[in-house]
């Protein structure tokens, strides 16, 4: 079920309904089974798969509770890795592997063919998968204790708002608070409800209008020139950011009218400074995962700066690997550590060159020269995030560089408002990163300006928006 179907708009107000009037000793169960529902509409088959990672790490984490040996405890946290990686594994790259595979023998003119599983990807098993191995690992590193309830566990792996595509949510901040009984709340019912609204304009007025005109180019780069690809790749920087970030607010915002409280997953990431600061605004919940569950226990930056260094790149590349099967996306999570790892190197170059002289730049043109930097580095990186294929990527930076000609115009309406909305978005963030996060428009303290933003966005939600129940772009990772 997508957030942004009428199916979704019927079913969370009648689970909010339900789940209010309901004793809270029945409310964990409903909420279990409502996240099943949700999550079975896509193909009911894979219920059963999550259901199996989650008895499986549920049963781990009891055993590694139960005083068992050290060497014990190790065997059953190994056989929870394995398990839930390999389920992935089978799921989401054995297809991948394979292709790769012929690719190699097709190239050797070695007649051999490895064959292909007839599979679908299950939506979200990368994301749930990730929240039921970091559980297991917790319990082991003795973080928090293994949850004795069955029930409750299988709701914290499940719950509908984050299933799908995070926030990647650690047990130690939501299995608690499946344990309090909930009193509604009507200010934090109110944050929510704007959460949801600013979630939806993001998806549908700003992503989905951003994605005619960058699916228009990025699948027919060959007949694109400079300025279009340029603008196209600018625009898909919008445009996963208001897909994901718009989910994101969505289930904030719902799991807040239910009263939980889920962790933060964007903050202005195109205001960073650096690659480092924008992956700290960026995907927050899985960048802290892969800081604490990979780069850490390589060594972090415990070490020597060349295996920091590595313990960096390693940790980048895994990333683009959980990303998706293809290789675009290991080029991908490659430079996103070797523009961190230059970042480390270069970064007080500056202070170097300039100390004790005259001439330094003012903070606010150097913080507005690190921003400016910090977006192209990671537009780069987002050219191989878009395109096709490998080959695509790097055809698209020969006709950025080689290639001149007039700006693509057939979609002349998405161009149009795609800069305008941008322009919106940025000038937002902008208020936004001055005022500590607060959004003027939805939080402003005269009510007639909240009242009337709140109908302004309902009015473009419904005159602009593309209300076709697009998929999510996370969701197919």
Not at 443 to 456: D, I, P
């Amino acid at each position: 079920m997508l957030f942004n179907s009428f199916a979704f708009l019927l079913f969370f107000p009648f689970v909010c309904l339900i789940y209010w009037l309901l004793s809270p000793k029945y409310r964990n169960v409903f909420l279990l089974l409502s996240s099943y529902y949700f999550y079975m509409n896509w193909q009911p088959v894979y219920g059963l798969l999550i259901l199996f990672s989650t008895l499986v790490t549920y049963l781990c984490g009891r055993g590694i509770q139960q005083h068992t040996p050290p060497h014990k405890k190790k065997i059953i946290l190994l056989s929870s890795l394995l398990i839930n990686l390999g389920i992935l594994f089978v799921f989401k790259y054995a297809n991948f592997i394979s292709s790769s595979f012929n690719d190699l023998f097709t190239t050797l003119h070695i007649k051999m063919e490895v064959p292909l599983l007839d599979i679908l990807l299950p939506v979200g098993i990368s994301f749930y998968t990730f929240q039921a191995i970091g559980y297991t690992i917790d319990v082991y590193r003795g973080d928090i204790p293994a949850e004795k309830n069955f029930i409750t566990y299988a709701l914290f792996v499940s719950f509908f708002p984050q299933l799908v595509a995070g926030p990647i949510e650690r047990a130690k901040n939501l299995l608690p608070q499946f344990h309090r009984p909930h009193i509604f709340d009507a200010v934090k019912a109110v944050e929510g409800f704007r959460l949801i609204l600013w979630g939806y304009f993001m998806k549908v007025v700003i992503s989905d209008r951003l994605a005619v005109y960058v699916d228009s180019v990025y699948n027919n780069i060959s007949h694109h020139t400079s300025i279009t690809l340029v603008l196209a790749t600018v625009f898909f920087a919008f445009q996963i950011y208001c897909d994901f970030g718009g989910y994101s607010n969505i289930a904030i915002g719902c799991a807040k009218v239910m009263g939980f409280d889920l962790m933060t997953n964007f903050r202005r990431p195109y205001l960073a400074t650096s690659v480092a600061d924008f992956w700290r605004r960026w995907h927050i919940s899985l960048s802290t995962w892969f800081k604490d569950y990979v780069y850490i226990p390589l060594g972090g930056n415990r070490c020597r700066k060349s295996r920091n260094y590595l313990n960096l790149f390693i940790t980048f590349v895994v990333s683009g690997v959980w990303h998706g099967a293809n290789w675009t996306f290991v080029v991908w999570g490659a430079l996103n550590g070797f523009f961190q790892i230059i970042g480390k190197i270069t970064g007080n170059i500056y202070e170097k060159l300039f100390a004790g002289k005259r001439f330094r730049l003012s903070p606010k043109i150097s913080h507005g020269w690190n921003v400016i930097t910090t977006f192209i580095l990671i537009l780069v990186t987002w050219v191989f995030f878009r395109a096709n294929s490998v080959a695509d990527a790097f055809c698209v930076f020969d006709r950025i560089m080689f290639s001149h000609g007039r700006l693509f115009t057939n979609n002349i309406d998405s161009l149009i408002y795609g800069i305008f909305f941008i322009l919106f978005l940025v000038t937002i963030e902008i208020l936004q990163e001055k005022h500590e996060g607060r959004n003027l428009l939805l939080e402003n303290k005269r009510a007639v300006v909240r009242y009337v933003s709140y109908l302004g966005l309902i009015l473009l939600i419904i005159m602009l928006g593309v209300l076709d129940s697009s998929q999510f772009i996370y969701f197919q990772f």
